[in-house]
């Protein structure tokens, strides 16, 4: 960390503290410089997941093996027309290819403990279990890969190693993969090559995996405005030209079309074959979710819903309900609450429910949440077109991912890691810092409820990551403007919020502890839910403003490096 | 990037643990003002390693009757909630009856008042038997880590640090020594997988040395009293702290010519204040015991901790009655006294050199090298040994890492292994493979054993060693074997006779004559090693013998 050091010599207000270090760091034997290779932490975090092997898992591994089996036992055509678990097999086709691949490799032994039968629940034992876990564990190599190439191929490699590090061991991971179980390290092992293909230039490459990547998983496809907007004006586009029809070039949309339409008829030509491709469509895209999911998605909608809850509690009382009338007139009644009511037994809170419905507030239908995605969208989009540098390019990546996660239907707290991992990219910034702090300290505690019993391990694995993180992101972020920009009063009450995120998830906690002692809390049981979602919907929030504030306010931190000096 | 080098080749390094895995991963806050982060990422990653471990199976899961470890710690705490202190060493013996010390019962009770603050349901009395819910796992198994944290960790700690200065070492490579007494892996399988609170007895006798190597006597003696009074085990290592502080009231140094008597020679006021303190100590655990119940309670409470009725060994054990006993079966020709007076007598010899070495010599630094020696003695010689007695001589000798000689870091390294490996038929059967295994693996890897192993077959950009530490080419990769050829001869040989046994115990069921055999070969190479190094450990006593402090 050389340049670190020799930043600190150079700042003009040099602690005391700095001297000894500098002391002690001279003193160190060296000819050598880093190595930066990523290899030591696989081994540790890998011994750490295989260790995590025999623990919870939830409903998505039965999911994972359904699929399985589907894909092994049956032909191509029935794929997505079986149905004899509900977990039917609703990812794109290149998944499904993945998955047969899998269980080309499912040794004998792993046959026989019930992997890949085709039954309503699945049946299976530790050998199962050994098997799926390791396939994530080996699949997620790619993510190493493509980390460490990012690495390999940089300059200066003290912030890609620290943003390559910070990915891998994200808590993210560990809780939603190695737990929870999915195959999310793969699939953003891809989303990263994207960014890094981005980096150097190398626009079909680009294309060519976001293609890719969109048939493992359809997910990504909120980040598509960005990546589509950048291509077609880093690449296609030509403002150069005066004349409109050499304005595009048509060779370059040509190629680049190409590319897309060519790996999506590979993926999808089977089942184009056996005729079946409604069938894949109404399997990738249901709509007939609730607008939150079963948990609540620390996002608008969890906000929402929590104001329509509280609303509706306090509106009961006749002296509120009558001063909150006195201010807004269309204030209802108590009788037409307690109607409403009895009308909806089921409310949001009640968790696995398919149609949520307001009692106070106006439904939101899906309408409404894509329509305020889209515009969000074309807002984050309109940078790029004036100046599709990296730093706009990933800053436009993850307001995609923002305005899906903030404003989308149905979605999974898991999502957070679409804004996460983008972000990381940008944190060289001093100013971006607090942001991302809040965001990933919010989102990541937002996936606890994921995971029911390892409380030790998800809070201090995320406490002690963010811990690291923070000092290390703090070490190479860089003030290029003088600190007047910087608004103090939110970096305190950002401070404040994440300090506050221990009380938060200790208080839970202790309510689900008490909950066998005392029966009255268990009347409470959707509280612990919204005490999450509520806290950390603020935090992705207002992260999310602070984001968006410097987006589109703030030119200097977006220019390239190069372009800057 | 590149840094000039002050560092002149061939000078002693001072970082022992260069180019291992966690002095890569402790070394960017190894600046002086974030040494607090590193030492928190230490501790909080142990709590995580062993939490990740605690996931695991238990001794004496889902096998009723009597289940195991867990339930008789569960059952501890069952009784000493809902009994009065005058039934606890009477109440149903048959079924995992008291036989700890007191200090084991209090802390039950102290962990009972916890769980039933979150569910009665698990320790109601009598019916809660073998109740194995998670909850109740999860409860078992974070009060094993919270009374490790609460003692182990910060003693770990404090002797590092101590020692640390003693041998000038940088900050960070104490934090790093700590470490890796830390990731010793037989403690935390032990504790965290197959369930016992180890941690705690080990943490009050390392607090006690702690303290000795502070010179508060008084306060040492208290801990080894309270160590000894949570689990009678560590009675092996009463000698050396009865001699070391013999020797410290005792001046043996003056040479004799100077005229001065034996009685002139002896600190009256210390060795009184360490008697009353040890008394006193003593008094207050038992007298509960005897308040509340009567002086027979007091006395079932002593029959109850040391059951001389019980065998010479018991399972299968790495030491020597239990490995002679394959070729000579003492029990056709000889009594159960007869044995306990044989195996008596050679622990005494045992352990006897290093405490009247120890008793002229009473120097800090030699403090663990003699517990080693006299624990390891009483493993090897004395009666009633089980295999998880491991775990008292290998404090001392983890203690040992904290030192810059790189041939007692390989040392160590390697009996912490063959310990870990004596363990194997033990986890075994608890359903531990995963994690010993994992542990093993991540003890070896985190201390650098395994660098070796990276060059051959990883492509150059995943060049092996350190990735973010700089470190001159010379310590990129520390070897784990010692200097010396005749080691290096008994370690390589011992790791192949490890694969061996592994492979064949994994592929090839026992003949029924003999359906021991495995464990009987685990045992034959664990029992070769430890006497090996306990002989070692025995001439590093007499060579270190005139070290300065």
Same mark, same amino acid.
């Given at each position: 960390?050389?340049?670190?050091?020799?930043?600190?010599?150079?700042?003009?207000?040099?602690?005391?503290?700095?001297?000894?270090?500098?002391?002690?760091?001279?003193?160190?034997?060296?000819?050598?410089?880093?190595?930066?290779?990523?290899?030591?932490?696989?081994?540790?975090?890998?011994?750490?997941?295989?260790?995590?092997?025999?623990?919870?898992?939830?409903?998505?591994?039965?999911?994972?093996?359904?699929?399985?089996?589907?894909?092994?036992?049956?032909?191509?055509?029935?794929?997505?027309?079986?149905?004899?678990?509900?977990?039917?097999?609703?990812?794109?086709?290149?998944?499904?290819?993945?998955?047969?691949?899998?269980?080309?490799?499912?040794?004998?032994?792993?046959?026989?403990?019930?992997?890949?039968?085709?039954?309503?629940?699945?049946?299976?034992?530790?050998?199962?279990?050994?098997?799926?876990?390791?396939?994530?564990?080996?699949?997620?190599?790619?993510?190493?890969?493509?980390?460490?190439?990012?690495?390999?191929?940089?300059?200066?490699?003290?912030?890609?190693?620290?943003?390559?590090?910070?990915?891998?061991?994200?808590?993210?991971?560990?809780?939603?993969?190695?737990?929870?179980?999915?195959?999310?390290?793969?699939?953003?092992?891809?989303?990263?090559?994207?960014?890094?293909?981005?980096?150097?230039?190398?626009?079909?490459?680009?294309?060519?995996?976001?293609?890719?990547?969109?048939?493992?998983?359809?997910?990504?496809?909120?980040?598509?405005p960005a990546?589509?907007v950048y291509?077609?004006?880093?690449?296609?586009?030509?403002?150069?030209?005066?004349?409109?029809?050499?304005?595009?070039?048509?060779?370059?949309?040509?190629?680049?079309?190409?590319?897309?339409?060519?790996?999506?008829?590979?993926?999808?030509?089977?089942?184009?074959?056996?005729?079946?491709?409604?069938?894949?469509?109404?399997?990738?895209?249901?709509?007939?979710?609730?607008?939150?999911?079963?948990?609540?998605?620390?996002?608008?909608?969890?906000?929402?819903?929590?104001?329509?809850?509280?609303?509706?509690?306090?509106?009961?009382?006749?002296?509120?309900?009558?001063?909150?009338?006195?201010?807004?007139?269309?204030?209802?009644?108590?009788?037409?609450?307690?109607?409403?009511?009895?009308?909806?037994?089921?409310?949001?809170?009640?968790?696995?429910?398919?149609?949520?419905?307001?009692?106070?507030?106006?439904?939101?239908?899906?309408?409404?949440?894509?329509?305020?995605?889209?515009f969000y969208d074309i807002l984050s989009i309109l940078p790029i077109l004036l100046q599709p540098n990296f730093k706009r390019f990933v800053g436009g990546l993850t307001l995609n991912a923002y305005a899906?996660?903030l404003?989308?239907?149905?979605?999974?707290?898991?999502?957070?890691?679409?804004i996460?991992?983008p972000f990381?990219f940008l944190v060289?910034e001093?100013r971006l810092l607090n942001c991302f702090?809040?965001l990933?300290?919010?989102?990541?505690?937002?996936?606890?409820?994921?995971?029911?019993?390892?409380?030790?391990?998800?809070?201090?694995?995320?406490?002690?990551?963010?811990?690291?993180?923070?000092?290390?992101?703090?070490?190479?972020?860089?003030?290029?403007?003088?600190?007047?920009n910087?608004i103090?009063?939110?970096?305190?009450?950002?401070?404040?919020?994440?300090?506050?995120?221990?009380?938060?998830?200790?208080?839970?906690?202790?309510?689900?502890?008490?909950?066998?002692?005392?029966?009255?809390?268990?009347?409470?049981?959707?509280?612990?839910?919204?005490?999450?979602?509520?806290?950390?919907?603020?935090?992705?929030?207002s992260s999310w403003i602070g984001l968006s504030w410097l987006y589109f306010f703030d030119d200097s931190i977006w220019l390239d490096?190069?372009?800057?000096? | 990037?590149?840094?000039?080098?002050?560092?002149?080749?061939?000078?002693?390094?001072?970082?022992?643990?260069?180019?291992?895995?966690?002095?890569?991963?402790?070394?960017?806050?190894?600046?002086?003002?974030?040494?607090?982060?590193?030492?928190?990422?230490?501790?909080?990653?142990?709590?995580?390693?062993?939490?990740?471990?605690?996931?695991?199976?238990?001794?004496?899961?889902?096998?009723?009757?009597?289940?195991?470890?867990?339930?008789?710690?569960?059952?501890?705490?069952?009784?000493?909630?809902?009994?009065?202190?005058?039934?606890?060493?009477?109440?149903?013996?048959?079924?995992?009856?008291?036989?700890?010390?007191?200090?084991?019962?209090?802390?039950?009770?102290?962990?009972?008042?916890?769980?039933?603050?979150?569910?009665?349901?698990?320790?109601?009395?009598?019916?809660?038997?073998?109740?194995?819910?998670?909850?109740?796992?999860?409860?078992?198994?974070?009060?094993?880590?919270?009374?490790?944290?609460?003692?182990?960790?910060?003693?770990?700690?404090?002797?590092?640090?101590?020692?640390?200065?003693?041998?000038?070492?940088?900050?960070?490579?104490?934090?790093?020594?700590?470490?890796?007494?830390?990731?010793?892996?037989?403690?935390?399988?032990?504790?965290?997988?197959?369930?016992?609170?180890?941690?705690?007895?080990?943490?009050?006798?390392?607090?006690?040395?702690?303290?000795?190597?502070?010179?508060?006597?008084?306060?040492?003696?208290?801990?080894?009293?309270?160590?000894?009074?949570?689990?009678?085990?560590?009675?092996?290592?009463?000698?050396?702290?009865?001699?070391?502080?013999?020797?410290?009231?005792?001046?043996?140094?003056?040479?004799?010519?100077?005229?001065?008597?034996?009685?002139?020679?002896?600190?009256?006021?210390?060795?009184?204040?360490?008697?009353?303190?040890?008394?006193?100590?003593?008094?207050?655990?038992?007298?509960?015991?005897?308040?509340?119940?009567?002086?027979?309670?007091?006395?079932?409470?002593?029959?109850?901790?040391?059951?001389?009725?019980?065998?010479?060994?018991?399972?299968?054990?790495?030491?020597?009655?239990?490995?002679?006993?394959?070729?000579?079966?003492?029990?056709?020709?000889?009594?159960?006294?007869?044995?306990?007076?044989?195996?008596?007598?050679?622990?005494?010899?045992?352990?006897?050199?290093?405490?009247?070495?120890?008793? $002229?010599? =009473?120097?800090?630094?030699?403090?663990? *090298?003699? !517990? #080693?020696?006299?624990?390891? @003695? &009483?493993?090897? +010689?004395?009666?009633?040994?089980?295999?998880?007695?491991?775990?008292?001589?290998?404090?001392?000798?983890?203690?040992?890492?904290?030192?810059?000689?790189?041939?007692?870091?390989?040392?160590?390294?390697?009996?912490?292994?063959?310990?870990?490996?004596?363990?194997?038929?033990?986890?075994?059967?608890?359903?531990?493979?995963?994690?010993?295994?994992?542990?093993?693996?991540?003890?070896?890897?985190?201390?650098?054993?395994?660098?070796?192993?990276?060059?051959?077959?990883?492509?150059?950009?995943?060049?092996?060693?350190?990735?973010?530490?700089?470190?001159?080419?010379?310590?990129?990769?520390?070897?784990?074997?010692?200097?010396?050829?005749?080691?290096?001869?008994?370690?390589?040989?011992?790791?192949?006779?490890?694969?061996?046994?592994?492979?064949?115990?994994?592929?090839? $069921?026992? =003949?029924?004559?003999?359906?021991?055999? *495995?464990? !009987? #070969?685990?045992?034959?190479? @664990? &029992?070769?090693? +430890?006497?090996?190094?306990?002989?070692?450990?025995?001439?590093?006593?007499?060579?270190?013998?005139?070290?300065?402090?």
């Amino acid at each position: 960390m050389s340049e670190i050091r020799n930043r600190n010599k150079n700042k003009s207000k040099s602690k005391p503290s700095t001297l000894i270090e500098e002391e002690f760091v001279e003193k160190l034997p060296t000819t050598q410089t880093r190595n930066f290779s990523l290899w030591n932490i696989w081994v540790a975090s890998t011994i750490l997941k295989v260790l995590l092997f025999d623990t919870y898992h939830s409903t998505d591994f039965d999911v994972h093996r359904n699929w399985l089996a589907i894909t092994n036992k049956l032909p191509i055509k029935d794929w997505y027309i079986e149905s004899t678990s509900q977990w039917t097999l609703d990812y794109p086709p290149i998944f499904a290819y993945f998955e047969w691949i899998l269980s080309q490799f499912v040794p004998q032994v792993v046959k026989d403990d019930g992997c890949l039968d085709i039954v309503v629940k699945g049946e299976y034992g530790l050998p199962t279990i050994v098997f799926q876990r390791s396939s994530v564990i080996i699949t997620e190599i790619l993510l190493f890969a493509v980390l460490q190439t990012y690495i390999n191929l940089s300059s200066n490699k003290t912030f890609p190693f620290i943003v390559a590090s910070s990915i891998v061991l994200s808590p993210g991971l560990l809780i939603v993969d190695h737990i929870h179980f999915q195959y999310n390290g793969m699939l953003f092992g891809l989303l990263i090559a994207i960014i890094v293909s981005s980096i150097h230039g190398k626009n079909y490459l680009l294309a060519f995996l976001f293609a890719i990547l969109l048939c493992f998983k359809h997910i990504f496809l909120y980040l598509a405005p960005a990546i589509f907007v950048y291509l077609l004006r880093s690449e296609v586009l030509d403002v150069s030209q005066s004349n409109l029809i050499k304005f595009i070039h048509w060779g370059k949309l040509l190629k680049l079309g190409g590319i897309v339409l060519t790996v999506f008829i590979i993926s999808f030509a089977p089942f184009i074959y056996y005729n079946v491709i409604p069938n894949v469509l109404t399997r990738l895209f249901p709509f007939s979710r609730g607008l939150t999911h079963a948990y609540w998605a620390p996002n608008v909608w969890a906000i929402y819903s929590f104001l329509d809850k509280f609303l509706t509690l306090s509106l009961q009382f006749p002296y509120f309900n009558t001063l909150i009338s006195k201010f807004f007139h269309f204030t209802p009644l108590i009788e037409i609450i307690q109607e409403r009511l009895n009308l909806l037994e089921n409310t949001g809170t009640r968790g696995l429910v398919q149609d949520v419905s307001f009692v106070i507030l106006p439904d939101i239908t899906p309408k409404i949440t894509f329509l305020l995605t889209l515009f969000y969208d074309i807002l984050s989009i309109l940078p790029i077109l004036l100046q599709p540098n990296f730093k706009r390019f990933v800053g436009g990546l993850t307001l995609n991912a923002y305005a899906s996660f903030l404003f989308g239907w149905h979605v999974h707290e898991k999502a957070i890691m679409l804004i996460i991992f983008p972000f990381t990219f940008l944190v060289n910034e001093r100013r971006l810092l607090n942001c991302f702090l809040v965001l990933v300290g919010s989102g990541y505690v937002s996936l606890f409820p994921l995971l029911p019993n390892q409380n030790l391990i998800k809070g201090l694995y995320t406490f002690i990551w963010f811990i690291i993180y923070s000092l290390s992101f703090m070490e190479v972020s860089k003030q290029k403007t003088s600190t007047r920009n910087r608004i103090f009063l939110f970096d305190r009450v950002a401070l404040i919020y994440l300090i506050g995120l221990i009380p938060m998830v200790l208080f839970v906690f202790f309510l689900n502890i008490f909950k066998d002692k005392f029966e009255i809390l268990q009347k409470f049981e959707f509280l612990s839910l919204m005490i999450y979602s509520v806290y950390c919907g603020i935090g992705v929030i207002s992260s999310w403003i602070g984001l968006s504030w410097l987006y589109f306010f703030d030119d200097s931190i977006w220019l390239d490096d190069n372009e800057a000096e | 990037m590149v840094i000039k080098p002050h560092y002149k080749p061939g000078s002693d390094p001072s970082l022992v643990f260069y180019g291992s895995a966690i002095y890569d991963f402790l070394s960017p806050f190894r600046k002086a003002q974030n040494q607090w982060a590193a030492r928190y990422i230490v501790v909080i990653f142990s709590i995580i390693i062993r939490s990740a471990i605690g996931f695991g199976a238990y001794s004496g899961a889902n096998t009723p009757p009597l289940y195991g470890d867990f339930e008789a710690q569960r059952h501890w705490i069952e009784i000493t909630l809902h009994l009065p202190l005058k039934d606890w060493y009477w109440y149903d013996l048959q079924y995992w009856g008291l036989d700890y010390p007191p200090l084991t019962a209090y802390h039950s009770l102290l962990l009972g008042k916890l769980g039933n603050l979150m569910n009665p349901a698990w320790f109601e009395l009598d019916s809660s038997r073998g109740n194995e819910s998670i909850d109740l796992k999860s409860f078992m198994r974070f009060t094993v880590i919270l009374s490790e944290v609460l003692i182990y960790i910060p003693a770990v700690f404090r002797f590092t640090r101590w020692n640390g200065k003693q041998i000038k070492q940088q900050p960070i490579d104490q934090t790093i020594v700590a470490l890796a007494i830390l990731f010793q892996p037989s403690l935390m399988l032990i504790d965290h997988g197959h369930f016992q609170y180890n941690s705690v007895m080990l943490g009050f006798t390392l607090l006690s040395i702690v303290h000795l190597l502070y010179d508060n006597y008084m306060l040492a003696s208290i801990f080894f009293v309270l160590s000894l009074g949570f689990k009678q085990m560590s009675l092996h290592y009463s000698p050396i702290i009865f001699f070391y502080l013999l020797g410290r009231c005792i001046d043996f140094q003056t040479p004799s010519s100077s005229g001065a008597t034996l009685i002139s020679r002896i600190n009256f006021l210390r060795l009184m204040l360490i008697g009353i303190s040890t008394i006193v100590t003593f008094i207050v655990l038992f007298a509960p015991l005897i308040i509340f119940g009567d002086f027979q309670n007091f006395l079932q409470s002593i029959y109850r901790i040391f059951p001389f009725q019980r065998g010479i060994f018991e399972d299968k054990v790495a030491n020597f009655w239990c490995f002679s006993n394959i070729f000579i079966k003492y029990r056709t020709f000889l009594s159960q006294e007869k044995l306990q007076l044989y195996s008596l007598i050679l622990t005494l010899t045992g352990f006897l050199p290093a405490g009247i070495l120890i008793l $002229i010599n =009473p120097k800090k630094s030699l403090l663990p *090298w003699a !517990l #080693a020696a006299c624990a390891m @003695s &009483f493993f090897l +010689f004395s009666f009633q040994v089980h295999e998880k007695t491991i775990l008292i001589p290998l404090l001392p000798i983890s203690l040992l890492y904290s030192t810059k000689n790189n041939d007692i870091i390989a040392m160590i390294s390697w009996i912490n292994n063959i310990a870990l490996f004596s363990l194997w038929p033990l986890l075994k059967k608890d359903g531990l493979a995963l994690q010993y295994g994992a542990s093993f693996l991540l003890s070896n890897w985190l201390m650098g054993n395994l660098s070796f192993l990276t060059p051959n077959f990883l492509p150059k950009f995943l060049t092996p060693g350190p990735s973010i530490s700089l470190v001159s080419e010379k310590n990129k990769k520390r070897h784990g074997l010692p200097s010396n050829w005749f080691w290096d001869l008994v370690i390589l040989s011992s790791y192949i006779g490890i694969g061996t046994i592994h492979i064949l115990d994994f592929y090839i $069921i026992p =003949p029924s004559r003999y359906p021991d055999i *495995w464990v !009987l #070969a685990n045992i034959s190479l @664990s &029992f070769g090693c +430890f006497g090996l190094f306990w002989l070692w450990i025995y001439y590093k006593l007499f060579t270190l013998r005139k070290v300065t402090y």
